[in-house]
């Protein structure tokens, strides 16, 4: 979700209210995402790699997810999400972690939306950790190096009993992955948007939608017209 910052710049604002019209945009998009019945919805809220921005800025973005939390579940609990969570909690403040915690368990029995938040999260840290958890179990002999195959490796990931991701929106022109889900969105299709994140509406998310349809996913193997005119 990108450009909350440059959002705010270009209209003489603070940083801080580029993320509170950022929060906005997410309101729209999970709301979006129950009405077209999409069954996943990952959001990248905190990289490992945010912590570098000013303290202000950190400890804004903490008590706004704490705001949302609290202030989204009843509208949560009532379109049926459940939420989960990826990455490394044990790195967030104590009072995210309860709030998250909380939330999670809330809404683990409902069958909407699967809304995954990404916070503190960041890929690479989270495939050595996967490797980690698969050494340990050859160490202790609960598993041979022979039965390491990908279902292994993804079992061990944050986003284990998820589907990979099918499409992957970059806001703010961004043409980098950053860092995000590296394993999982080896098939994805990418579309960017120059459009700021705070910008980032219903329409547009249509656009994007639209577009993804119109593709053709191979996943390496021949297109249809090949296979039509074999």
């Known amino acids: 979700m990108d450009g909350n910052g440059r959002w705010a710049r270009a209209h003489g604002k603070e940083r801080t209210a580029g993320h509170l019209e950022g929060a906005k945009a997410v309101a729209c998009v999970v709301e979006e995402c129950c009405r077209l019945a999409i069954p996943y919805l990952t959001l990248y809220c905190l990289s490992l790699e945010n912590w570098k921005r000013p303290r202000q800025e950190i400890d804004f973005l903490m008590l ?17 999400i459940r939420l989960a969570v990826i990455g490394r909690r044990e790195g967030l403040p104590a ?15 409902n069958r909407g939306l699967t809304l995954c938040l990404a ?25 041979a190096p022979a039965q390491i195959d990908e279902a292994a490796f993804a079992s061990q990931l944050y986003t284990a009993g998820m589907p990979d991701p099918d499409l992957l929106i970059r806001t703010a022109g961004e043409m980098r992955l950053s860092n995000f889900l590296l394993w999982q969105i080896s ?9 700021y994140w705070p910008e980032f509406d219903a329409p547009l998310f249509h656009e994007a939608l639209r577009d993804y349809a119109r593709r053709e996913r191979r996943f390496g193997g021949l297109g249809k017209e090949t296979d039509d005119s074999a």
């Open 187 to 195: 098939y994805a299709e990418l579309w960017v948007t120059p459009r």
């Open 64 to 80: 706004l997810l704490q705001k949302y939390l609290h202030e989204q579940r009843p509208r949560i609990m009532e379109q049926n």
């Open 119 to 143: 916070i503190n999260y960041g890929s690479r840290a989270e495939i050595l950790d996967a490797a980690r958890a698969l050494a340990e179990a050859v160490r202790e002999g609960r598993l």
């Open 95 to 109: 009072e995210v972690q309860a709030a998250i915690a909380e939330n999670v368990a809330a809404t683990s029995e």
